[in-house]
C-alpha cells in the first residue's frame, strides 16, 4: 500500500512540475520575444538589453499570476496589469534615455491603437485583458 502512496505522489510532482515548467518556458518565451522588439525599436546597448530582459520576465510572471487567478474578476485582473505596466514604465526610465522611452511610448501607442482596432472586431463576451508589454 505504501509503494502505491508513492507512486501516486511521485506522479503528481511529475504533473505539477510539468505544468510549472511549460508556465515557466511561456513566460520566458515572452519576455525573450519582448526583449527582441524593444531592443530592435530602442536599440538597446547589452547592458540595457540584460536590464530589459531581467524586467520583462518579472513582469510578464506577474501577469501571469493575475491572468491565472480565478478570484479575480476580469476589471479586477485588468486593474492590476494596467498597475504592473505603469510600474515597469517606471523603471525603465531608470535606464532607458529619454530618446528611448520617447520610442518605447510610441511603440506600445501602436501596440495599444493595433489591440483596440483588433478588439473591436471581436465579440464582447471575451475579456479585454491588455497585452503584457504594455
Same mark, same amino acid.
Given at each position: 500500500?505504501?509503494?502505491?502512496?508513492?507512486?501516486?505522489?511521485?506522479?503528481?510532482?511529475?504533473?505539477? $512540475?510539468? @505544468?510549472? !515548467?511549460?508556465? %515557466?518556458? /511561456?513566460? #520566458? *518565451? @515572452?519576455?525573450?520575444? &519582448?526583449? $527582441?522588439?524593444?531592443? #530592435?525599436? =530602442?536599440?538597446?546597448?547589452?547592458? #540595457?538589453?540584460?536590464?530589459? /530582459?531581467?524586467?520583462?520576465?518579472?513582469?510578464? #510572471?506577474?501577469? /501571469?499570476?493575475? *491572468?491565472?487567478?480565478? !478570484? =479575480?474578476?476580469? %476589471?479586477?485582473?485588468?486593474?492590476?496589469?494596467?498597475?504592473?505596466?505603469? !510600474?515597469?514604465?517606471?523603471? =525603465?526610465?531608470?535606464?532607458?534615455?529619454?530618446?528611448?522611452?520617447?520610442?518605447?511610448?510610441?511603440?506600445? +501607442? *501602436?501596440?495599444?491603437?493595433?489591440?483596440? +482596432? @483588433? $478588439?473591436?472586431?471581436?465579440? &464582447?463576451?471575451?475579456?479585454?485583458?491588455?497585452?503584457?508589454?504594455?
Amino acid at each position: 500500500m505504501n509503494v502505491f502512496r508513492i507512486a501516486i505522489l511521485t506522479i503528481f510532482t511529475a504533473v505539477g $512540475s510539468m @505544468a510549472v !515548467s511549460q508556465t %515557466d518556458d /511561456h513566460t #520566458q *518565451r @515572452a519576455a525573450e520575444a &519582448q526583449t $527582441s522588439r524593444m531592443e #530592435q525599436v =530602442l536599440d538597446l546597448t547589452p547592458e #540595457q538589453k540584460e536590464q530589459v /530582459h531581467a524586467l520583462n520576465v518579472k513582469v510578464t #510572471q506577474k501577469i /501571469h499570476a493575475i *491572468r491565472e487567478n480565478t !478570484s =479575480l474578476t476580469d %476589471d479586477k485582473k485588468n486593474e492590476f496589469i494596467a498597475g504592473n505596466m505603469t !510600474s515597469k514604465r517606471r523603471v =525603465l526610465t531608470t535606464f532607458l534615455t529619454p530618446d528611448q522611452m520617447e520610442k518605447y511610448d510610441a511603440m506600445m +501607442s *501602436r501596440r495599444r491603437t493595433i489591440d483596440r +482596432s @483588433a $478588439s473591436a472586431e471581436e465579440p &464582447q463576451e471575451r475579456p479585454q485583458v491588455d497585452d503584457q508589454e504594455q
